[in-house]
């Protein structure tokens, strides 16, 4: 059988911190494509970590393709598009793929002349990380056309299939877990020793849809309780003797730190963008024998009976006061991570890149 060629290019930095992108490019090469990567370099230091994924189906390469906002520069954009796009013409030329995968509306003007099937993966309303002007606008042009132009849409969530299915009616691959299976049940059935002081984690970006004044109130109204946040943080930060910051770490180092938590957050203000949002953090808190509190929104219902939710602050402090006596269904747990992998995951994404390579 002949082996499916993928060109995978990527608006965020393969060493960003890992997520969606890098998992499902990694995941889809382990499922026997030869998967070509380039991704958007970034020179920013922060935020990065080491995501070394040694297979032979994986290359990996860095381009400082334009950044967003110097698009609005009619002749440097269009002289961006000309060199990167004539560069990737000449590599899909010589490499023959089968398909390319593009994650962001913004890169569409790098494959709009080639002459191959294009899946867009379509997993952030990428105009909501904007507020309203000329940059806002441009993206949602440029996602109407590359949804126009895909061959097949992908979507991490129902909330955005139903925004978006109008312009091109796609499918839904939603978020999973990168994980060891024997990783994740020796863990879920190790009994959490509990301590006087709760340790509450998050990790992921953290970004201006963090609620802050949500974890203040708390901290304020608790005084055994303390706030621990792994990841890189793009807005301005609160300081707090019981908020403890420690930037974006190597996958595996986080999950070891996080070993000490007694409970896991999602603080978010529920704006259009996190509305379709379908949290990763979340399939890897499941991990953990302990609680997991976040905000309520349609797309996290599907977590029901594992994900304890809040609507308002009072509700949030209720959770807190009852944190030793919410129960935690390891087995239910556990049967959820075996089915939401991100193996599972490649093996949608193959079978639609199949139905057009």
Same mark, same amino acid.
């Given at each position: ?204 970006? %953290? @970004? ?9 109130? +708390?901290?304020? #109204?608790?005084?055994? !309780?303390?706030? =621990? ?104 747990? %556990? @049967? ?9 995951? +490649?093996?949608? #994404?193959?079978?639609? !890149?199949?139905? =057009?390579?």
């Amino acid at each position: 059988m002949k082996k499916i060629k993928i060109l995978y290019i990527l608006h965020t930095d393969w060493y960003w911190i890992k997520q969606r992108t890098q998992f499902l490019a990694e995941s889809i090469a382990d499922q026997g494509c030869d998967v070509d990567v380039i991704y958007k370099f970034s020179p920013k230091k922060n935020g990065k970590t080491k995501n070394f994924h040694h297979s032979e189906s994986l290359t990996i390469t860095g381009l400082p393709f334009l950044p967003f906002k110097a698009k609005l520069i009619p002749g440097l954009r269009l002289i961006d598009e000309f060199i990167w796009g004539a560069f990737i013409s000449l590599k899909s030329y010589f490499s023959r793929y089968d398909c390319i995968v593009v994650t962001h509306p913004l890169l569409g003007g790098y494959v709009k002349h080639l002459n191959r099937p294009i899946v867009y993966d379509l997993h952030d309303d990428n105009a909501e990380f904007y507020p309203e002007g000329r940059l806002k606008n441009l993206i949602i042009n440029e996602n109407r056309k590359l949804l126009e132009k895909a061959n097949q849409a992908i979507f991490s969530s129902n909330f955005l299939l139903k925004k978006f299915n109008a312009i091109k009616d796609g499918c839904v691959i939603r978020n999973a877990h990168g994980l060891q299976s024997d990783s994740y049940s020796k863990r879920l059935s190790t009994l959490k020793i509990k301590s006087n002081i709760k340790k509450i984690y998050y990790f992921g970006t %953290i @970004s201006e849809w963090f609620d802050f004044e949500l974890i203040k109130q +708390a901290l304020d #109204l608790f005084e055994r !309780i303390e706030f =621990h946040l792994i990841g890189p943080s793009d807005c301005n930060t609160p300081q707090h003797p019981r908020i403890f910051y420690y930037g974006a770490m190597e996958h595996s180092e986080m999950i070891r730190q996080s070993m000490s938590a007694d409970a896991f957050i999602m603080p978010f203000s529920i704006t259009p963008l996190i509305e379709g949002v379908d949290p990763v953090k979340i399939y890897e808190y499941l991990s953990f024998p302990v609680p997991i509190l976040a905000p309520a929104y349609n797309e996290i219902f599907h977590f029901e009976g594992m994900v304890n939710y809040y609507s308002n602050a009072g509700e949030f402090n209720d959770l807190l006061r009852s944190l030793e006596t919410i129960e935690v269904d390891t087995s239910k747990r %556990i @049967s959820f991570l075996n089915k939401n992998s991100w193996k599972s995951r +490649a093996e949608q #994404l193959h079978k639609a !890149i199949n139905n =057009h390579a």
